[in-house]
């Protein structure tokens, strides 16, 4: 019989990861409700929310690399920047979004380049 019943080697932790979620939706509208200069406020939010999503799945064990990840998720970003940029009047919330996905992009080869070795 166990001394200590109901607990095992592996303690299951909190996660991190809502938090950042939470403040990437929060700086992406502040970037997009100031506007002008505060627009780069809002591309980090973006990243912020991004970076997080490709976190959440790692830390899943949902993929191994995070270049793949990162590519995907700039990339549905940025379609959808690019999206809104054409289709609707809201030019701020386009533009921050499309930044986003297109830094995300961007990052996702750095990062293939680092998990390949050269960098």
Same mark, same amino acid.
């Not at 002008?36 to 799945?57: D, F, K, Q």
């Not at 999206?83 to 992009?105: K, M, S």
């Given at each position: 019989?166990?001394e200590q019943?109901g607990?095992?080697?592996?303690y299951?932790t909190?996660?991190?990861?809502p938090l950042?979620?939470?403040? #990437?939706?929060?700086? /992406?509208?502040?970037? %997009? @409700?100031?506007?002008?200069? $505060?627009?780069?406020?809002g591309v980090g =939010?973006?990243l912020?929310?991004?970076a997080?999503i490709?976190?959440?799945?790692?830390e899943?064990?949902?993929?191994?690399?995070?270049?793949?990840t990162?590519?995907?998720?700039g990339a549905?970003a #940025?379609?959808?920047? /690019?999206a809104l940029? %054409? @289709?609707?009047?809201y030019? $701020?919330r386009?533009?921050t979004?499309? =930044?986003?996905?297109?830094?995300?992009?961007?990052g996702?080869v750095?990062?293939?380049?680092?998990?390949?070795?050269?960098?």
């Amino acid at each position: 019989m166990e001394e200590q019943p109901g607990l095992s080697e592996r303690y299951v932790t909190a996660s991190p990861w809502p938090l950042f979620v939470a403040l #990437g939706l929060v700086l /992406t509208e502040t970037g %997009v @409700f100031l506007g002008g200069a $505060a627009l780069p406020i809002g591309v980090g =939010g973006v990243l912020l929310l991004e970076a997080s999503i490709v976190g959440i799945m790692r830390e899943s064990g949902y993929v191994r690399t995070l270049w793949g990840t990162s590519f995907g998720v700039g990339a549905i970003a #940025g379609t959808a920047g /690019t999206a809104l940029l %054409v @289709f609707t009047p809201y030019t $701020a919330r386009a533009l921050t979004i499309a =930044g986003g996905g297109l830094v995300a992009v961007l990052g996702a080869v750095a990062l293939f380049l680092y998990e390949s070795g050269y960098l």
